[in-house]
């Protein structure tokens, strides 16, 4: 503490906050609707739940259709001052000891906020409560506290759990809530769809989630972990049975688990690569948009591929900018269905972001990435994908050059014919086939032409320098231009230059 002369007495105090200003920032920060799903199946997974029922439908409430949004889970259930303190308040995530846990800053519970009205029954081993918000987000809005309410109630259901209902969420908008697009960010986007089985952590696998969306007559059953297409990687065999398509078909896997930085090396991290071609992507992936059928679909390749951090091996931002000299072209990093995850990541509150993390530990990771993508390329160069494309280019350019064959071959037999000196001339459709028909002629009969050619030029059509003879057989020492039109027509205009040239 620095000491000043003559100051007077200091005075401590406390800063204040404003509670309800902090939770609708907080609340509000979660840029994507869909990310309430994410948070209720993290909840579950820190409760230890095994079965996750999530429910999407519109009720009659008031006289009014409200979206009613309900998450289940057979997990180990919230006590009574947990439920009060933890699930509603702020800042007092449970999680935050257990490396093993998602929550930290007991902020997803926030995202329900959002909402008209938040109901909640949850039951441990020892006793069952219950808990009901109204109008938080209206609360909020006007500068006040949400006020819930809390009681103690008896034991509703077999073993452990929790129900969350939630309604009116996101001021009713429901256009999201389709089960192609729900089903597509669940195992984007959420632990449930975590990439943790190819790193070999196994103790999630019999996770399952029971969704109904609001385009779905009844339930469908989703099994835990992200889809991934099976391995597809001869070239050679590709290339025999598929032909100039066999690199959409092509999958290699390249797995770095349980690495450690050089500089750091209490940081461990896991780099799980996927090479897939466009077809690979699409047998998996329905959303993607065709460009072939423009409407089709829900975002490109180039929306959702390369490469993304993670944590809790949950994608959490994409990097592609780290992508550098890798492939052959461009659009090279949407062959990639990559994801590097590190406990060590620092995210944001809403948990959108790494940019908490230290510059220096992204750097590192960001070097060791680019020597492990500097190993997959030479692989894939060798005999992989690289591989199948020249080899589909060179096919398509011998199919190429074979149609143009054919296509020349039957002008060929359609044009018009002569026959000068023994040679057989064809009727020229061009300026360069007149050159060529000329000095073919030329070569033959150079007296048949009253001037000699000595330079040409194809800058602009085909041009020649030339030397014009006299009528005495005398070159002339002067040069002209010659230009050559493999066909004159009545209505060309000329510059008055030419004119006058052609009138003397």
């Known amino acids: 503490m620095p000491e000043y002369a003559n100051c007077v007495q200091w005075e401590s105090f406390e800063p204040q906050v404003d509670v309800s200003s902090e939770f609708r920032e907080i609340a509000g920060d979660f840029g994507d609707p869909l990310e309430i799903v994410r948070e209720a199946i993290s909840n579950a997974f820190d409760a230890q739940a095994t079965e996750i029922r999530i429910l999407f439908e519109v009720r009659q409430i008031r006289g009014n259709g409200r979206l009613v949004i309900e998450f ?5 259930g919230m006590a009574f001052d947990v439920l009060k303190g933890h699930f509603w308040g702020l800042g007092q995530s449970t999680s935050r000891e257990d490396p093993d846990k998602i929550g930290e800053k007991g902020h997803g519970t926030k995202i329900f906020l959002r909402s008209e009205n938040v109901y909640v029954k949850t039951q441990t081993e020892v006793e069952a409560c219950e808990s009901v918000c109204e109008r938080p987000w209206e609360s909020l809005g006007t500068n006040q506290m949400h006020k819930p309410s809390i009681r103690r109630t008896e034991k509703w259901r077999d073993g452990t759990g929790t129900l969350v209902v939630v309604e009116g969420y996101n001021d009713n908008e429901r256009s999201l809530f389709t089960s192609s697009v729900v089903r597509d960010y669940i195992y984007w986007f959420t632990k449930f769809g975590s990439i943790e089985l190819l790193a070999g952590r196994h103790g999630s696998e019999g996770l399952r989630i029971k969704l109904r969306c609001l385009d779905a007559p009844g339930y469908e059953e989703l099994d835990f972990g992200h889809r991934f297409p099976h391995e597809n990687s001869n070239a050679e065999q590709l290339f025999a049975t598929l032909g100039p398509n066999a690199a959409d078909y092509f999958v290699k896997r390249f797995l770095y688990l349980d690495q450690r930085l050089e500089d750091m090396p209490e940081v461990s991290y896991d780099m799980i690569f996927s090479i897939e ?9 329905p959303l993607l948009r065709d460009r072939a059928r423009k409407g089709k679909g829900t975002y490109k390749v180039g929306d959702r591929y390369g490469i993304w951090l993670c944590k809790d091996y949950i994608p959490v931002q994409r990097v ?3 992508i550098t000299g890798f492939g052959t072209g461009s659009n090279s990093y949407t062959l990639l269905h990559g994801f590097i995850n590190c406990q060590h990541l620092k995210l944001t509150a809403n948990r959108g972001s790494v940019k908490n993390t230290s510059t220096k530990l992204l750097e590192a990771i960001r070097s060791d990435f680019g020597a492990r993508l ?13 591989t199948l494309f020249d080899w589909q280019s060179e ?6 050059e074979k149609g143009d064959f054919e296509r ?5 037999s359609t044009k018009k014919r002569a026959t000068f000196d023994g040679l057989e001339l064809f009727e020229p459709n061009n300026e360069a086939e007149l050159f060529g028909l000329f000095m073919e002629i030329y070569s033959k009969s150079p007296g048949s032409f009253h001037f000699e050619p000595l330079d040409y030029s194809t800058s602009r059509g085909i041009d020649m320098v030339c030397r014009v003879k006299t009528a005495n057989g005398v070159t002339d020492p002067e040069f002209s231009y010659l230009e050559l039109k493999y066909l004159l027509k009545m209505n060309i205009k000329l510059a008055p230059a030419w004119r006058q040239a052609l009138c003397k």
Do not use: P, V
Request: proline content about 0%; glycine content about 10%; cysteine-free.
């Open 72 to 76: 289940e889970d057979n997990g180990k």
């Open 395 to 400: 096919q398509r350019t011998q199919a190429q």
């Open 320 to 322: 592609n900018e780290w």
């Open 408 to 412: 020349r071959r039957k002008i060929i």
């Open 374 to 386: 500097d190993e997959i390329d030479k692989d894939l160069s060798g005999n992989g994908i690289f």
């Open 277 to 285: 071609g466009d077809q690979a992507k699409r047998a998996y992936n």
